[in-house]
Structure formats: structure tokens, C-alpha cells
């Protein structure tokens, strides 16, 4: 899937969200970070910026995207949660307040 450089930094932005909502980023999250990166095409630099989209204006940029792109986010965001061999609450709860933000009924399925 082709995403847009604003939708990329919102959905990094979103990975970065994700991976640190238990507090510890865990060698599998990196892992998966790492092939995500060559997935959707994005450096570690690209990170950086991402970090500078606040919460607000990444959901914004998420809930514009069509459909299908916000059921590749859902995946993404399932198997970034997934990385590290344990889903913690807070991963959980975090992705499923971004499928409400952006209008998708995708639940999280472990």
C-alpha cells in the first residue's frame, strides 16, 4: 500500500505511540519496526519528525485517509502490538481509542 509522506508520518507517529504504551520498547518491537520501515518506506530520521506531529493532527491525517489504507493501519498497529510476544492493556486500549478517533469498527484481535 502506497501512503502519502503526511500519512506516513501519522501512522509512524501512531507505531511510536503504540510501542512505547507499556513503557518498555522491547527487541520484537524493534524488529518489527525495522521491517515496517522497508514496508512502507521510512528511516529512522523519518522517526524523528513523526515525533513532532502531535496526537491531535496524526488522528486527523489517519481519519482522512480512505478505507482501505485505515484497514492496512489496523493490521500495522495489531502486529506492532503483537511484536513483542505480549500485548499489554495499554497497547490495547491505546489502538482501540485510535479505531474510534479515525471511524473504523475494527476490533483488536490478539
Given at each position: 500500500?502506497?501512503f502519502?509522506?503526511?500519512?506516513?508520518?501519522a501512522?509512524?507517529?501512531?507505531?511510536?505511540?503504540?510501542?512505547y504504551?507499556?513503557?518498555?520498547?522491547h527487541?520484537g518491537?524493534?524488529?518489527?519496526?525495522?521491517?515496517?520501515?522497508?514496508?512502507?518506506?521510512?528511516?529512522?530520521?523519518?522517526?524523528?519528525?513523526a515525533?513532532?506531529?502531535?496526537a491531535?493532527?496524526?488522528l486527523?491525517?489517519?481519519?482522512?485517509?480512505?478505507?482501505?489504507?485505515?484497514?492496512a493501519?489496523?493490521?500495522?498497529?495489531?502486529?506492532?502490538?503483537?511484536?513483542?510476544?505480549?500485548?499489554?492493556?495499554?497497547?490495547?486500549?491505546?489502538?482501540?481509542n485510535?479505531?474510534?478517533?479515525?471511524?473504523i469498527?475494527?476490533?483488536?484481535k490478539?
Amino acid at each position: 500500500m502506497n501512503f502519502t509522506l503526511p500519512e506516513k508520518l501519522a501512522i509512524v507517529n501512531a507505531i511510536d505511540a503504540v510501542m512505547y504504551a507499556d513503557g518498555i520498547i522491547h527487541n520484537g518491537e524493534i524488529d518489527a519496526l525495522g521491517l515496517l520501515m522497508k514496508r512502507i518506506d521510512f528511516d529512522s530520521n523519518f522517526i524523528v519528525q513523526a515525533r513532532n506531529v502531535s496526537a491531535k493532527q496524526g488522528l486527523l491525517l489517519l481519519d482522512g485517509m480512505p478505507e482501505a489504507k485505515k484497514q492496512a493501519l489496523a493490521i500495522i498497529l495489531q502486529d506492532m502490538a503483537k511484536a513483542d510476544g505480549f500485548v499489554h492493556e495499554k497497547e490495547i486500549a491505546l489502538i482501540i481509542n485510535i479505531f474510534a478517533s479515525i471511524g473504523i469498527g475494527h476490533e483488536f484481535k490478539e
